[in-house]
Nanobody, 124 residues
Framework: QVQLVESGGGLVQAGGSLRLSCVDS????????MAWFRQAPGKAREFVSA???????NSADSVNGRFTISRDNAKNTVYLQIASLKPEDTAVYYC??????????????????WGQGTQVTVSS
């Protein structure tokens, strides 16, 4: 059973950095693509970055190299390192897992499991 729990969000000043973590309590983490999405106030949820079970990467153009996704299969954890935070990065950040052997797609519907989200607030 896949169960995702995010952590690491908080209030940070513009220009700062954060590392978000998402732990999967299941046994098949290493066989799933993991992704991060975010939802800003009043906006639709949007794709941020994904890392496949083979460690292939896919990131939204908007993150411009400031966001780095990584995974540690030994810890069943996926990370999102965010640098040079901007007020427009304020959002709830969600972790998502694909089905077994899923591709590192940007399509929300391709992800079967979701965490509850962690709030990131960037002050100017």
């Amino acid at each position: 059973q896949v169960q995702l729990v995010e952590s690491g969000g908080g209030l940070v000043q513009a220009g700062g950095s954060l590392r978000l973590s998402c732990v999967d309590s299941g046994r098949t983490f290493n066989l799933r693509t993991m992704a991060w999405f975010r939802q800003a106030p009043g906006k639709a949820r949007e794709f941020v970055s994904a890392i496949s079970w083979r460690s292939g990467l896919n990131s939204a153009d908007s993150v411009n190299g400031r966001f780095t996704i990584s995974r540690d299969n030994a810890k069943n954890t996926v990370y999102l390192q965010i640098a040079s935070l901007k007020p427009e990065d304020t959002a709830v950040y969600y972790c998502a897992a694909s089905g077994m052997y899923g591709s590192h797609t940007r399509t929300e519907a391709e992800y079967d499991y979701w965490g509850q989200g962690t709030q990131v607030t960037v002050s100017s």
